[in-house]
């Protein structure tokens, strides 16, 4: 069965940059764009970018620009978002999502808190 | 501030019928499909409604999804206690080149 599962949480000071990952199985890695999101402690959620496993490529909200990046390592089918320059703005869960009609499958979110 | 506009709350009986809506505009709903999510507190959110009308197999039928111009509409029928949870819209917007946008979520409440 297709599962995401993702890295512990990480506790950061302000400045600092987080790499998230997200190691995907029961389906080819490669094979569908992942997605990832984040929510705020009791807000919504926020897309952030994707991922195409295949290529490589990637894209961002305008948003995240300049701050985020999106790898992948697909001999372990597991993508990685980082982020940088950390405020505590970013204190969030980050889940990654596999696109396929819709984010279909979900990591269960890892919990970046952002903290002097 | 969500580009897709949801009501905060809403609420109803158990064997009710509950519909949730979501505002968009031409740039996003009015020209793409609409999804939407369940989150329970604590959880991942869980597709529910994909390209406007489909459940994605092992969703009950008593959701059930639409579209009328720039608005989706989730509906549940027969109310559930389990039903209580968060539910979110989505659709790709064409102003974001490639990108969706989230609806501000809806909490539902099984009275």
């Known amino acids: 069965q297709v599962q995401l599962v993702q890295s512990g949480a990480e506790v950061k000071k302000p400045g600092a940059s987080v790499k998230v990952s997200c190691k995907a199985s029961?389906?080819?890695?490669?094979?569908?764009?992942m997605n990832w999101v984040r929510q705020a402690p009791g807000q919504g959620l926020e897309w952030m970018g994707w991922?195409?496993?295949?290529?490589?490529?990637?894209k961002y909200i305008q948003k995240f620009q300049g701050r985020v990046t999106m790898t992948r390592d697909t001999s372990i089918s597991t993508a990685y978002m980082e982020l940088s320059r950390l405020t505590s703005d970013d204190t969030a869960v980050y889940y990654c999502a596999r696109d396929n009609n819709g984010a279909d499958y979900w990591g269960q979110g890892t919990l970046v808190t952002v903290s002097s | 501030q969500s580009v897709l506009t949801q009501s905060p709350s809403a609420s109803g009986t158990p064997g009710q019928r509950v519909t949730i809506s979501c505002s968009g505009s031409?740039?996003?709903?009015?020209?793409?499909?609409v999804y939407w999510y369940q989150q329970f507190p604590g959880m991942a959110p869980k597709l529910l409604i994909y390209r406007n009308d489909q459940r994605p197999s092992g969703v009950p039928d008593r959701f059930s999804g639409s579209k009328s111009g720039t608005s989706g509409f989730l509906a549940i029928s027969g109310l559930r206690s389990e039903d209580e949870a968060d539910y979110y819209c989505a659709a790709w917007d064409d102003r974001l080149s490639g990108f969706a946008v989230f609806g501000g979520g809806t909490k539902l409440t099984v009275l």
């Open positions: 031409s740039f996003n709903i009015g020209n793409n499909y």
């Open positions: 991922i195409n496993p295949n290529t490589g490529d990637s």
């Open positions: 029961g389906y080819t890695f490669s094979d569908y764009r």
